[in-house]
């Protein structure tokens, strides 16, 4: 399958609406072979992992952005389900604290990035500082900003700090991947109906979840500019079709094995003075048995 299709062009305008669809699935595949091609990926990223993290020379940074209930959660449970959880972490991002106010808005992200050898996933992102507080403006408030850009000078200001600094990582051995999960409207609709449906998922659902859904509208214009502006050769965006939750972990499993299947990962190279400790330790041990 041609991933490429789920690339925001670098510099280019695009709309959700009508470039990308919510219930694609390629026709490639079934769910039953879906799922049998999920778990050979997930044995692979694991058997990536391991080499990720013998070299220490990379470190993979996944984001994931996405409107409530588009399964972000899930994608990563499953997708994820393989590795080593001692070179993995994720980090869910909600309101800043009062402590991450009194830093730049770049701050509580930049202390969670993965050390080299290890992957580290973002659940929400840097990102909610041009997308949420953007459709709630209010927000800005919160941050006293020194000087106040007028307009949509913010916004341009904070598109470039971003694309600034993943250039600064990737320039560093930081690879980044950057899902938006596209869940339509009526989707969404249906979830949060399961949700409430359901006494195992009632803690999963919030009043506010619904409120923001009346700014579904404002929220696609800012992802919208997101895209458009932040989709660069180094850390381009995925646009995946979320409607369908096998065929969103299909392919964000195999996208991310293939980032780094490109990194061509070796396990360090061992020098002849290693080879004969281990030759040394070999023979002491076999001798314990005789």
């Known amino acids: 399958m041609?991933?490429?299709?789920?690339?925001?062009?670098?510099?280019?305008?695009?709309?959700?609406?009508?470039?990308?669809?919510p219930a694609y699935?390629?026709?490639?595949?079934?769910?039953?072979?879906?799922?049998?091609?999920?778990?050979?990926?997930?044995?692979?990223?694991a058997n990536y992992q391991n080499i990720l993290y013998a070299q220490n020379t990379y470190a993979?940074?996944?984001?994931?952005?996405?409107?409530?209930?588009?399964?972000?959660?899930?994608?990563?449970?499953?997708?994820?389900?393989?590795?080593?959880?001692?070179?993995?972490?994720?980090?869910?991002?909600?309101g800043p604290s009062a402590e991450e106010l009194d830093h730049d808005y770049l701050w509580r992200t930049m202390k969670a990035l993965p050390e080299r050898?290890?992957?580290?996933i973002f659940n929400r992102s840097y990102y909610e500082e041009a997308l949420v507080v953007r459709v709630h403006p209010e927000m800005l408030k919160k941050q006293q900003l020194p000087k106040?850009?007028?307009g949509n000078q913010i916004w341009k200001q904070r598109f470039q700090d971003i694309n600034?600094?993943?250039?600064?990582?990737?320039?560093?051995?930081?690879?980044?991947?950057?899902?938006?999960?596209?869940?339509?409207?009526?989707?969404q609709k249906k979830r949060f109906l399961q949700r409430i449906e359901s006494p195992e998922k009632h803690w999963k659902f919030s009043a506010s979840d619904v409120r923001e859904r009346a700014f579904w509208n404002d929220y696609m214009d800012a992802y919208e500019e997101v895209f458009n502006h932040t989709s660069t050769k180094w850390a381009p965006w995925y646009i995946i079709p979320a409607d369908r939750k096998w065929f969103t972990r299909l392919i964000v499993a195999n996208i991310i094995c293939t980032k780094l299947e490109e990194l061509n990962?070796?396990?360090?190279?061992?020098?002849e003075e290693h080879k004969q400790q281990l030759l040394e330790a070999k023979r002491i041990l076999e001798q314990e048995d005789s």
């Open 2 to 21: 041609n991933y490429d299709a789920f690339i925001v062009p670098p510099g280019s305008k695009i709309s959700l609406k009508k470039n990308y669809d």
């Open 25 to 45: 699935k390629s026709d490639l595949y079934q769910k039953v072979d879906a799922l049998t091609k999920l778990k050979a990926d997930i044995e692979r990223l």
């Open 60 to 94: 993979l940074l996944i984001i994931f952005q996405a409107m409530d209930a588009a399964g972000k959660d899930s994608t990563i449970k499953h997708v994820m389900s393989g590795v080593n959880p001692q070179g993995f972490q994720v980090f869910s991002f909600k």
């Open 117 to 120: 050898g290890r992957i580290g």
């Open 148 to 150: 106040f850009p007028e």
């Open 164 to 187: 600034n600094f993943e250039k600064y990582l990737v320039n560093n051995g930081v690879i980044i991947l950057k899902f938006f999960l596209n869940v339509s409207k009526s989707e």
């Open 265 to 271: 990962l070796k396990y360090p190279i061992v020098t």
